[in-house]
């Protein structure tokens, strides 16, 4: 059975720390490929500054060299507010055949259950949680239900949010070497968040 890691978020822009997750949980949970899903409306975040095709591009950009890294437009197609439960169904209408990982921050774990049809996402899914120094994790005190489906990564502490770019940006400073260089081309051809060329 194919081994899928699914990385949801705005990517409003996708940076290092997106692609350093992603590596973890596949090394460390041999996934065969990691899903890269931009998400249309997000329930609990601002409204994406840019269009999803433009997200969906960088996204392509930031993949493009990774052999196991692929971009999918699901939650786009879709529309409307991105709940993960609405989405999953819909991945597992057209790839029962998968054994699917959702990739989350180990900070989220902790929100699974408010989480929209979290007991019937465990039974279609693991999560990996994935782990940074110093992040906070209180596993035990969670249901037993969702304790069985989350098994944690390590990753490298990155200190860097899609927020901070953008106001580094709205700021006129730099963000080379915060994002992949083809997105840093692709965000400045396409005037994204203010940059310019040159």
Do not use: C
């Not at 949970?29 to 899903?35: D, G, I, S, T």
């Not at 699974?112 to 990996?128: N, R, S, V």
């Amino acid at each position: 059975m194919k081994r899928v890691g699914i990385l949801g978020g705005a990517f409003d822009p996708i940076h290092l720390g997106h692609l350093l997750a992603a590596e973890a949980a596949l090394e460390q949970y041999r996934l065969e490929e990691v899903w890269f899903m931009p998400s249309h409306i997000p329930p609990h975040k601002h409204q994406a500054g840019v269009s999803g095709e433009q997200r969906l591009e960088m996204v392509r950009a930031a993949t493009q060299n990774h052999p196991a890294f692929k971009p999918i437009d699901i939650e786009l197609r879709l529309g409307g507010v991105s709940y993960t439960i609405d989405t999953i169904r819909e991945i597992r209408k057209l790839h029962p055949e998968l054994e699917l990982y959702f990739i989350i921050g180990a900070d989220m774990v902790n929100y699974l259950p408010k989480w929209e049809g979290i007991e019937e996402l465990t039974q279609m899914l693991k999560f990996i949680g994935l782990q940074r120094p110093g992040s906070f994790l209180e596993l035990d005190t969670l249901p037993s239900f969702i304790q069985e489906s989350v098994s944690l990564a390590e990753m490298p502490l990155v200190d860097i949010s899609s927020s901070l770019i953008r106001s580094r940006l709205a700021a006129g400073r730099s963000v080379r070497y915060m994002v992949p260089e083809q997105v840093y081309e692709y965000m400045t051809r396409s005037g994204l968040y203010g940059i310019h060329s040159g």
